[in-house]
């Protein structure tokens, strides 16, 4: 402590520089915490929002350092800023936004905006600084730095990965949160929370997380607090604390964002679900729009592998094929052997090519080939379910009905392979059956499987996977029928008509 602690204690015997009782009531009534410094650094006065704000009494307060109430990695610095301004003492009022940190009694800090003054009383200079807590102000600008963070990542098209990357870093800081994570339901009507992104020490168990949209994290429209998530996630490892808030999607595919355990310890608070509303609005709409900008890329992209198909099916391929005939009769009429052989070796190049050409149409991994017979493409699908989802699949295919249909080996080869997912990751089943028949004119193609089934009016019209198989039962000319009793399973029928093939 200086000598002006001292004089303070020997002229004023413990009481405040401050004398006159009417001041000393309009300064307690000031809004803002209000110290008289010496400078030596000693505090001479403080007003009661200066106790509140500090943690310690007046009589602690008068005497002490006021180096003290700034932390210890930044002391030196203020000491120099300290002596820099009785130097050149000037009124600077508040809202310099300098990164002042104020340190409690308690060793909490928290971010200040301070004015300083100074005044001469008695024959010495003193300094008069205003403090005011501005952590709520900051968190408002961190809050809008946030959102403004994540509407530049949409700006830059960033993908749904770094979207909810980015979201839960921001919201995890914002909070102050030990983990965050962003779930959203599935979009495939399977109607569980899935972790699209966590951040913090148990990131990877976050990411584990499969919950039933059912339960208590269903997005509700409002903040919900949970006094321990490991009850709630049936995870051990956990545990903690927790606010979950919602996600409102315009799209029908709603989310939460789950904090779990505040750093400071102790539990969520009401300010904080209010802090975070916004900014989870915010992220459900730019969700929204990569989805959309997703949904419109790829519509574009279907759109441009039509148009390229239809040139190397109609030019390429057609000009290909051309060739072939004309070496295939020279190689008839040649009365080389050695040419004929040369000949026919090039026309068998050409086939090749003409088999890679259709498979690039189609968008066919090389074991699923378009020219292939749809039967043994039919039954790799089979083998496939079995070996990673452990559901036996038997297959019951008509081979003359397979043989009408290769030309559109491609499409139903892919319908059944986006069927089968949808037994592999929501049937719960242990048999599966793909039959292939003729019935009229119509080739009919079904999947049946023994799961558990689900109500039809709640799902036939919601879910992507569903609406997909429609589309391409459509776009064969055909259409696709579901039948399902809950607790016995699922039929997928879909009708083509053989005309044509």
């Known amino acids: 402590m200086g000598e002006g602690g001292q004089y303070y204690r020997d002229q004023v015997k413990g009481r405040s520089v401050i004398r006159d009782e009417a ?6 009534a000031v809004p803002d915490g209000v110290l008289v410094v010496d400078l030596e650094g000693t505090i001479a006065y403080a007003n009661r929002q200066a106790e509140e704000i500090s943690g310690y009494s007046r009589e602690e307060l008068e005497g002490m350092s006021v180096d003290l109430l700034v932390p210890g990695r930044l002391r030196g610095q203020h000491v120099a800023h300290r002596e820099h301004y009785n130097r050149q003492p000037a009124v600077r009022p508040m809202g310099s936004h300098l990164d002042i940190r104020f340190r409690k009694r308690d060793g909490a ?11 001469e009383i008695g024959g010495r200079r003193l300094v008069v600084a205003s403090v005011r807590d501005i952590t709520g102000r900051r968190r408002q600008e961190e809050r809008v730095q946030a959102m403004l963070d994540v509407a530049q990542a949409v700006l830059r098209q960033s993908s749904d990965e770094d979207l909810c990357d980015l979201v839960v870093e921001r919201v995890r800081a914002l909070t102050g949160a030990a983990d965050a ?3 959203t339901v599935e979009a495939d009507g399977g109607g569980r929370l899935t972790a699209r992104a966590a951040a913090g020490p148990r990131r990877g168990a976050l990411m584990a997380l499969r919950l039933e949209a059912e339960g208590e994290l269903a997005p509700a429209g409002a903040a919900l607090q949970i006094a321990e998530a490991s009850e709630v996630l049936d995870d051990p490892a956990l545990s903690g604390p927790a606010l979950v808030v919602p996600l409102a999607s315009a799209s029908g595919h709603p989310g939460v964002i789950m904090l779990i355990g505040p750093q400071s310890g102790g539990s969520f608070s009401a300010d904080e679900a209010t802090l975070l509303e916004p900014l989870a609005a915010q992220a459900a709409v730019a969700l929204d729009f990569a989805r959309v900008r997703d949904d419109l890329q790829q519509v574009l992209l279907v759109e441009d592998r039509e148009r390229i198909g239809r040139e190397l099916h109609d030019g390429a391929i057609q000009a290909l094929f051309a060739v072939g005939m ?21 026309v068998g190049q050409i086939d090749e090519v003409i088999r890679d050409l259709r498979n690039y149409i189609f968008g066919l991994r090389p074991e699923l080939a378009a020219d292939r ?22 297959l019951d295919i008509d081979p003359v009905t397979a043989s009408r249909l290769s030309v559109r080996s491609p499409d139903l080869t892919q319908l059944v392979r986006e069927t089968l997912s949808n037994v592999a990751r929501h049937a719960h089943a242990t048999t599966c059956r793909i039959t292939l028949r003729q019935e009229g004119l119509d080739a009919v193609l079904e999947v049946d499987d023994d799961g558990r089934g689900f109500v ?23 259409g696709v029928d579901v039948a399902s009793i809950p607790g016995e399973g699922t039929t997928i029928t879909c009708r083509i008509p053989l005309a044509g093939t």
Not at 23 to 28: H, K, P
Not at 457 to 464: A, I, L, P
């Open 23 to 28: 001041v000393a009531q309009l300064l307690d």
């Open 456 to 478: 039809i009016d709640e799902r036939t019209n919601s879910g992507w996977g569903l609406r997909n198989l429609k589309e391409r039962a459509h776009a064969l000319g055909g």
């Open 181 to 183: 994570v962003l779930l």
């Open 109 to 119: 800090e928290f971010p200040a905006d301070i004015s300083l003054g100074f005044a």
């Open 373 to 394: 017979h749809l039967s043994r493409a039919l039954q790799e699908l089979a083998e496939r379910l079995e070996e990673e989802a452990g559901v036996a699949c038997a």
């Open 326 to 346: 004309n070496l295939q009769a020279m190689a008839q009429v040649s009365t080389s052997t050695a040419m004929q052989e040369r000949l026919n070796n090039v």
